[in-house]
């Protein structure tokens, strides 16, 4: 061993467990993005810097350790056996407690990988939100994304507010306990639900996005839905909300579709990637209406008859086909005043 | 000292060899031991420093914290320029507004079956999982504030709508009516405004000039949830 560490050989041979620690410190540091970037066509620039973010990073630890072997090689040629084994352990201790420390500040660090998706102007959110409910009518080319998430997790916790507001409105009957966590729990559970299911819809139909820009999209969508509830839970107009409905969350659903089908080949796929996402979307804020708004308007019906005692409901346990049932016959008389009016009008 | 002779008798060893570069680092590393005396009459007078406030009765010790905490009130009632209460953070201050407000919030022991008000657990839980979040998002969009620092202005920032909790209660012992709706609307709404100035007083500076906008937002969402259960707050 002794012999063969001369001064600038080669390091490999004179000890081959410290090619290991190297790998493993690069492992380490790679093993911190989890934000995939296999899109060219986005444009945007926050998936880039992340990216050469990790791939300084990881030079740098080449680098260190390069230089520290180096000094190692010449110390290991001029002692003898015993200064090398006591040199040796030393580095192993060494190496071992930088690992484990650069794998703390990695933990740490995780913080500033997602960063770059946080890199955004009140301009470029405003300018994002206005976009999110204007369509594009581009189907050859892939239309951008911008891939952040500063405006739709704000939007998220939007909703949870106003869903809190909605909730509060509709009386204390409500269990509280659940109230906060039901409302956290449906927007961050529809964000994160429906994105991964959309992404892995759109991996089966072979669509070009990814899951960062998925979350962009579906997040910035949300924008329609926070607008129609939060005029709905304070006017309470039949008609106004499910022209609000029809309109905003219309032009919001439309736009992601129009998104997605630019980036999809093939009508099957098409079709069945944006049927899905524009379902769940529009049924997600009728949903979202009906179960906490016909609370009110059944507590104001017991209240209304004599002497019944209200009846305790958590929001979750109204049935899907009240608002389904109702929803057709109100509808219908909705459509058709609106159709009397416009015939009225002309 | 211990280290001091070793290292001496290691430059001895490598005298006659003067080939080691790297050991000629290790006979400068000598004078560690002299900065040391000299740090050592620093350290006795830390000591004393030390033993002085373990001698302090407790009261003493009690009245200064409080005084601490009072003084952080103060600066949050009438916000101005000033770094106080960043640069000597606690927890005191918000642990305490946040018991009163939750336990102000708690409906009777009584009913809390029956109506399930906002529960103790679920205020702190909001409270807390609010200025964790808003901190978060404060330090991703790159202000340059530690967390404790961020959480103790978002805690102490309670403070004007946990007055306007005790309003409140004071204004629901009379008799329920719009008026009454009103007077409970203003109040609440004057102290959202006031928690919102204040904590920005203190938080905008720590943002980069042109993204102070979307750092205040999450914290006008924080104080306007807390503010709407004080004023949906109606005791059965």
Known sequence: ?346 | MAEATESAGDGGAASPRPLFAGLSDITISQDIPIEGEITIPMRSRIREFDSSTLNESVQNTIMRDLKAVGKKFMHVLYPRKSNTLLRDWDLWGPLFLCVILALMLQRDAVDSEKYGGPQFAEVFVTLWFGAVTITLNSKLLGGNISVFQSLCVLGYCILPLTVAMLICRLVLLVELGPVNFLVRLLVVILMFAWSVVASTAFLADSQPPNRKTLAVYPVCLFYFVISWMVLTFTPQ
């Open chain 1, 1 to 346: 061993m002794a012999a063969s560490a001369a001064p600038g050989g080669p390091r490999n041979e004179t000890n081959p467990e410290w090619g290991g620690f190297e790998e493993n410190i690069q492992g380490g540091g790679s093993a911190v993005i989890d934000m995939e970037n296999m899109d060219d066509t986005s444009g945007s620039s926050f998936e880039d810097m992340g990216e050469l973010h990790q791939r300084l990073r990881e030079e740098e630890v080449d680098a260190d350790a390069a230089a520290a072997e180096e000094e190692d090689g010449e110390f290991l040629g001029m002692k003898g056996f015993k200064g090398q084994l006591s040199r040796q352990v030393a580095d192993q201790m060494w190496q071992a407690g930088k690992r484990q420390a650069s794998r703390a500040f990695s933990l740490y660090a995780n913080i500033d990988i997602l960063r770059p998706y946080f890199d955004v102007e009140p301009a470029q959110v405003r300018s994002r939100l206005l976009e999110s409910m204007i369509p594009i009518k581009m189907v050859n080319f892939p239309q951008k994304i911008a891939g952040e998430l500063y405006g739709p997790l704000m939007l998220v916790f939007t909703l949870v507010a106003i869903l809190l507001h909605g909730m509060k409105t509709s009386d204390t009957i409500i269990r509280e306990g659940t109230l906060m966590g039901t409302a956290i729990g449906t927007c961050f559970g529809y964000w994160l639900g429906v994105s991964s299911f959309i992404y892995f819809l759109a991996y089966l139909c072979n669509a070009q996005i990814t899951m960062l820009q998925m979350l962009a999209l579906l997040g910035y969508g949300l924008f329609g839905h926070c607008i129609v509830l939060f005029i709905t839970y304070n006017i309470h107009l039949h008609a106004l909300f499910y022209l609000f409905w029809l309109l905003v969350g219309g032009l919001s659903t439309l736009r992601m579709v129009a998104v997605l089908v630019s980036r999809t080949v093939g009508p099957t796929q098409r079709l069945l990637l944006c049927g899905t996402l524009a379902a769940l979307h529009m049924l997600f804020l009728l949903y979202l209406h009906f179960a906490y708004h016909k609370v009110v308007e059944g507590i104001l019906d017991t209240l209304e008859g004599p002497n019944i005692p209200p009846m305790q409901r958590v929001p979750r346990d109204i049935p899907a086909v009240l608002p389904a049932a109702r929803l057709s016959t109100t509808m219908l008389n909705s459509t058709a005043k609106v159709v009397a009016v416009t015939l009225q009008s002309h």
